[in-house]
């Protein structure tokens, strides 16, 4: 090889070492498009026009939507790159359109620090609902979410692209204002919205009862329209309320008066949303109880989504992959067995399943545990899942099951 060769490559890898850098620095990691089988001409070109998009957001001073248009554009660029060095090819001009995006992401996370601080200092109200329900960067991954596959996809087209695609998403293809998510506890309701906000890597504000239900007269109502007001300046962001029907349950004659209005702001703060074209501030709701939710709360969420009860298929994923660390001598026709026993559990009841099945081996001799290397352990045997199952019952009774699914039928 020669010496001019090598140097050529020597550059080029130092290229990527510092431009590796950005993307460490830049809190909201980037990951690589897997889409690499599109004309790479054809990216690069709508990868200009968004960061051109982003930039425009950013002069005017949105910060959080240009974040995540620049962020998206350099998951489109990045694989692009990548494939030309490969190639050899000359890519000078999308690494440089990469390190703007990356820099002016970058610029877009301080100024949005800066609000969160200038926001909270306003008032109390804002900052209670900044230091309690506002999330800036969630754990959970769909990936960590076994079965729903249809919902998972439902999610994409409905919530997670109008965020990545905010130009593309409007009009009448526009994205709905809110999304209630029902079905039996402990099936991936609160998990899914978690998911979504990681997915669209917006600010995400997570309230229940105890963020919203206050002791005095009036401050209910404040935090709610406070809510909605910051979730407005830190669009695109997803509002989520865990457990609605704890809120905004069905008016009835002795209703306190705190609630009323807490409803009532509610509604007028939800009619609120959305004014405009550009407006990127979505709500999700998740109940275990939707026929307790008032029917005027109800209207309002144009798409339902049941959160049902795992099917054979999606139990087997979970039993499997909470196993997958444990030492156990279980073969796939005993795991399909123990699983069609299952039927009528929880994702969270078969997770209790699990547990407790992983906890008899080491119950059996707790004296000589304490010394016991961790490989001596025996592994879990289909005994301790029989054990398991008779011990820890469905958290559901056929009956209570069946009010989903009226529920469900009513819906339709
Ligand atoms: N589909 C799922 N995949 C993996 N774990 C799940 C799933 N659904 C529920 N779980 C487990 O059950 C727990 C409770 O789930 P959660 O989302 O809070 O239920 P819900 O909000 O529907 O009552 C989760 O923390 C998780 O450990
Ligand atoms: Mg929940």
């Given at each position: 090889m020669?010496d001019?060769?090598?140097q050529?490559?020597?550059?080029d890898?130092q290229?990527v070492?510092r431009?590796?850098s950005?993307f460490?620095?830049?809190?909201t990691?980037?990951?690589?498009?897997?889409?690499v089988?599109?004309?790479?001409?054809?990216?690069?070109?709508?990868?200009s026009?968004m960061?051109e998009?982003?930039?425009?957001y950013?002069?005017?001073?949105?910060?959080s939507?240009a974040?995540?248009?620049?962020?998206?554009?350099?998951?489109?660029?990045?694989?692009i790159?990548?494939?030309?060095?490969q190639?050899e090819?000359?890519h000078?001009?999308e690494y440089?359109?990469?390190?703007?995006?990356?820099?002016?992401?970058?610029?877009?996370?301080?100024?949005?620090?800066?609000?969160?601080?200038s926001?909270?200092?306003?008032d109390?109200?804002?900052?209670?609902i900044?230091?309690?329900?506002?999330?800036r960067?969630?754990?959970v991954?769909f990936?960590?979410?076994?079965?729903?596959?249809?919902?998972?996809?439902?999610?994409e087209e409905?919530?997670?692209?109008p965020n990545?695609?905010?130009?593309?998403f409007?009009?009448i293809?526009?994205?709905p204002?809110?999304?209630?998510?029902?079905?039996?506890?402990?099936?991936?309701?609160?998990?899914l919205a978690?998911?979504?906000?990681n997915?669209?890597?917006?600010?995400?504000?997570?309230?229940s009862?105890?963020t919203?239900?206050?002791?005095?007269l009036g401050?209910?109502?404040k935090l709610?329209?406070?809510l909605?007001?910051?979730?407005?300046?830190?669009?695109?962001?997803?509002?989520?309320?865990?457990e609605?029907?704890?809120i905004l349950?069905?008016?009835?004659?002795e209703?306190?008066e705190?609630?009323?209005?807490?409803?009532?702001?509610?509604?007028?703060s939800?009619?609120?949303?959305?004014?405009?074209d550009?407006?990127?501030?979505?709500?999700i709701?998740a109940?275990?109880?939707p026929?307790?939710?008032d029917g005027?709360?109800?209207r309002r969420f144009?798409v339902?989504?049941?959160?049902?009860?795992?099917d054979?298929?999606?139990?087997?994923?979970l039993v499997?992959?909470l196993?997958?660390?444990v030492s156990?001598?279980?073969?796939?026709?005993a795991?399909?067995?123990?699983?069609?026993?299952?039927?009528?559990y929880?994702?969270s009841d078969?997770?209790?399943?699990?547990?407790?099945?992983?906890m008899?081996p080491?119950r059996?001799?707790?004296i000589t545990?304490?010394?016991?290397?961790?490989?001596?352990?025996?592994?879990?045997?289909?005994?301790?899942?029989?054990?398991?199952?008779n011990?820890v019952k469905?958290?559901?009774?056929?009956?209570q099951?069946?009010?989903?699914?009226?529920?469900?039928?009513?819906?339709?």
């Amino acid at each position: 090889m020669s010496d001019s060769i090598k140097q050529t490559i020597k550059n080029d890898k130092q290229q990527v070492n510092r431009s590796r850098s950005p993307f460490q620095n830049c809190k909201t990691k980037i990951k690589e498009k897997q889409n690499v089988q599109q004309d790479p001409n054809q990216q690069i070109q709508n990868a200009s026009k968004m960061i051109e998009m982003g930039m425009k957001y950013f002069q005017n001073q949105q910060y959080s939507m240009a974040k995540v248009v620049l962020i998206n554009s350099s998951q489109v660029l990045l694989p692009i790159i990548k494939q030309k060095k490969q190639n050899e090819e000359d890519h000078t001009a999308e690494y440089q359109q990469l390190i703007k995006a990356i820099s002016t992401a970058e610029i877009c996370t301080q100024k949005i620090d800066q609000l969160q601080q200038s926001i909270a200092s306003q008032d109390p109200y804002s900052k209670q609902i900044i230091e309690t329900a506002m999330i800036r960067k969630c754990d959970v991954t769909f990936d960590s979410i076994v079965g729903l596959e249809s919902i998972k996809n439902q999610l994409e087209e409905v919530i997670v692209l109008p965020n990545l695609r905010p130009d593309i998403f409007t009009g009448i293809r526009a994205p709905p204002k809110g999304i209630l998510f029902y079905g039996p506890p402990g099936n991936g309701k609160t998990l899914l919205a978690k998911a979504v906000a990681n997915q669209i890597k917006c600010c995400f504000f997570n309230v229940s009862a105890s963020t919203l239900v206050q002791k005095h007269l009036g401050e209910g109502e404040k935090l709610m329209k406070t809510l909605f007001n910051v979730a407005f300046k830190f669009q695109p962001s997803v509002i989520f309320i865990d457990e609605i029907d704890s809120i905004l349950s069905s008016r009835s004659s002795e209703e306190h008066e705190a609630s009323r209005r807490l409803k009532t702001e509610f509604l007028i703060s939800f009619d609120g949303m959305q004014t405009t074209d550009q407006d990127r501030i979505f709500l999700i709701a998740a109940t275990n109880r939707p026929q307790d939710i008032d029917g005027a709360v109800l209207r309002r969420f144009t798409v339902k989504i049941l959160i049902d009860q795992p099917d054979q298929k999606a139990r087997l994923g979970l039993v499997k992959s909470l196993m997958q660390a444990v030492s156990h001598s279980i073969l796939d026709i005993a795991f399909d067995k123990i699983c069609e026993k299952l039927a009528g559990y929880s994702a969270s009841d078969i997770k209790a399943v699990v547990k407790e099945a992983c906890m008899q081996p080491l119950r059996e001799d707790k004296i000589t545990l304490v010394a016991m290397s961790a490989q001596n352990i025996r592994p879990v045997r289909k005994e301790d899942f029989e054990f398991a199952i008779n011990k820890v019952k469905p958290s559901l009774t056929q009956k209570q099951y069946q009010e989903y699914i009226s529920f469900n039928k009513s819906e339709k």
